[in-house]
């Protein structure tokens, strides 16, 4: 039996906008449709028309209202090269080392303006925002919970979990997973953001350096291993689903319904699609020719984060 791939996806056309709905019983491509050239980059977050990408000189502003001419519109400079980037309505959360948390509105994505700072370690590595929380991963000993509430005054709440090496953090429900570089995946219960509880270990010893959580499930970077998949659509009984493995190391993770890309520190972006009886199965590839840092999908597009070229955007194309 053939894989059956229906991509439903919405375009952005002048000012209108055009429904399309593509089945494939074969392989997708994947195609550069804009691109903006800022350098090396490290980490890449969308939100609506807006892109946020990080680089050696802090975080650009990338219009991507029209994903064939991306612009950038703003730099938020740091004190050295960001550690992550998160963005949601039209908030900025910036890790700079040098200082620890950068809040940034963008209600004038031209013109941002820092509205909040929280002084911390410069081992924090990576954030997700949910709610009025903010969640940081940190390298020198687990997560963090930040009450953003209170924009121009965060604040620390949350530090009652504790692990070694936490590298990515993704927040589900009110679950947040930690990816741990020695230990695998742990499940952490946030529903009282002041008391962060450690409920369940999915991988253990198995070295894990990302995590991306939608539609009931959770996507995880293995490094040399390739990408797991779980099934955490029920909380109380997350389970296995199966690896899609890599000859490299797998750098980033991101999900959204049953797609999953992968970035590789060699061989670009895997696109991958998940089915409940075929399983996980390649469908697309696209070499980039640098190692790619990080990769983010709304289901529609795919942008990566190119260690010699900046933003790079792909849609995916039906092969012949």
Not at 44 to 65: E, K, T
Not at 194 to 212: D, E, F, I, Q
Request: with cysteine.
């Amino acid at each position: 039996m053939r894989l059956r791939i229906v991509l439903c996806a919405v375009f952005t056309v002048g000012c209108g906008l055009l429904s399309s709905c593509l089945s494939s019983y074969e392989r997708v491509g994947l195609q550069e449709v804009g691109s903006v050239r800022v350098g090396l980059g490290y980490h890449v977050h969308v939100d609506g028309g807006l892109a946020l990408l990080s680089h050696n000189d802090g975080a650009s502003v990338i219009d991507v209202s029209d994903c064939s001419r991306p612009a950038e519109i703003a730099v938020i400079e740091t004190s050295e090269a960001c550690a992550g980037v998160f963005l949601s309505d039209e908030i900025a959360y910036i890790l700079d080392p040098g200082y620890g948390l950068l809040i940034v509105g963008l209600a004038d994505p031209a013109h941002p303006t820092v509205v909040g700072r929280l002084r911390g370690a410069a081992s924090w590595c990576a954030l997700a925002a949910s709610g009025h929380y903010v969640f940081l991963a940190d390298r020198g000993g687990g997560m963090e919970v930040v009450d953003v509430g209170d924009m121009s005054a965060p604040r620390i709440v949350g530090t009652g979990y504790s692990a070694q090496r936490c590298e990515d953090v993704c927040v589900y429900g009110e679950i947040a997973y930690v990816a741990l570089e020695g230990d695998g995946v742990h499940a952490v219960d946030v529903s009282n953001p002041l008391s962060p509880k450690l409920v369940r270990v999915l991988t253990n010893s198995v070295p894990a350096v990302g995590v991306s959580a939608s539609d009931g499930l959770l996507a995880v970077a293995r490094h040399t291993q390739g990408a797991a998949v779980y099934d955490i659509a029920d909380p109380e009984a997350p389970s296995y689903l199966g690896l899609a493995p890599s000859g490299h190391e797998t750098l980033s993770v991101c999900v959204k319904s049953d797609v999953i890309t992968m970035a590789d520190n060699m061989d670009g972006i895997r696109l991958l699609h998940f089915d409940r009886v075929d399983g996980i199965i390649e469908v697309g590839q696209y070499e980039t020719g640098s190692a790619v840092h990080d990769v983010y999908t709304d289901g529609l597009l795919v942008y990566i984060a190119d260690a010699r070229r900046g933003l790079s955007i792909l849609e995916p194309v039906l092969e012949e």
